[in-house]
């Protein structure tokens, strides 16, 4: 196995080590939590496990479905071992209800169900408040190159496909979500970072009752309660 290393990065929610072998990467997760670019900061007692276990749990889903992700093996309960990438500088958000930011910036009713599924990029800086951008800005920016951006949009929507009846199952509404992608030492994109209810979207399909990270953002109580609500439901189907 490999061997944890200095840390390379760490971020709102995670940390990053290298190890001893070059293309290899140790991902840790902190049960720190931040919204609004972190202008709010918190807790959330568990996140970091749940958030790990329930990552690879979809890593390994998409897997089976031919999505090509960094996920290589999990190593305990907030610590996995995944491929070494370059992350392509854009949050990638699929839409299959108006909810969020879409919701308040076309003056949509939350939970109003899209004709079909979106794809929106954000340019992925702090310091600009991750904007929203077009396909042109992506390209001029120097962010991705037109044929990035078509693979990218693809793969997130194959995302979408396998993620979306897979959580129905389990009574979960998979509102919206959002992927990052990043490069290998040989060239391939492959699909990186997490999804988590830090990242997605979780509804309840009969009640609507939230069940990620909106809790948290709008002072709605019961955390902790949603993020192990949502791990029992998705480690439930793992068990099958």
């Known amino acids: 196995m490999a061997r944890k290393g200095r840390m390379l990065y760490e971020g709102k929610a995670k940390r990053v080590y290298e190890t001893d072998a070059p293309d290899l990467c140790i991902v840790e997760y902190k049960d720190d939590a931040t919204a609004f670019n972190g202008a709010k900061r918190g807790v959330i007692a568990g996140k970091g496990a749940v958030n790990n276990r329930m990552s690879n749990v979809f890593f390994r889903v998409l897997e089976d479905h031919n999505v090509a992700t960094h996920f290589v093996e999990e190593l305990s309960e907030r610590e996995t071992l995944v491929r070494r ?22 003056g949509l009713a939350e939970g109003l169900e899209l004709a079909r599924p979106i794809v929106e990029f954000y340019y992925k800086n702090d310091a600009l408040g991750d904007p929203l951008i077009t396909d042109d800005h992506a390209e001029i920016l ?7 951006l078509a693979a990218i949009r693809q793969e997130a929507l194959r995302v979408n496909d396998v993620l979306r009846p897979f959580l ?4 979960v509404l998979l509102v919206d979500f959002k992927l990052e ?5 040989a060239g391939r994109l492959l699909l990186a970072d997490e999804i988590s209810p ?14 990620d990270k909106d809790r948290f953002r709008r002072d ?7 993020y192990q609500e949502m791990w029992r ?5 793992e068990a099958r």
Not at 142 to 148: E, F, I, R, S, V
Not at 220 to 226: I, K, M, S
Request: aromatic share 4%; proline share 3%; hydrophobic share 45%.
């Open 85 to 106: 990438v370059a992350i392509v500088p854009l949050e990638v958000v699929v839409r299959n209800l108006a909810a969020g930011s879409m919701a308040k910036r076309l």
């Open 233 to 237: 439901r998705v480690s439930e189907v």
């Open 142 to 148: 120097g962010l991705a190159t037109p044929a990035d």
């Open 181 to 185: 992608f990043g490069r290998d030492s």
């Open 198 to 211: 830090d990242t997605c979207r979780f509804w309840d399909v009969k009640t609507r009752e939230r069940l």
């Open 168 to 171: 129905a199952e389990r009574g």
């Open 220 to 226: 709605l109580g019961g955390v902790e309660a949603a």
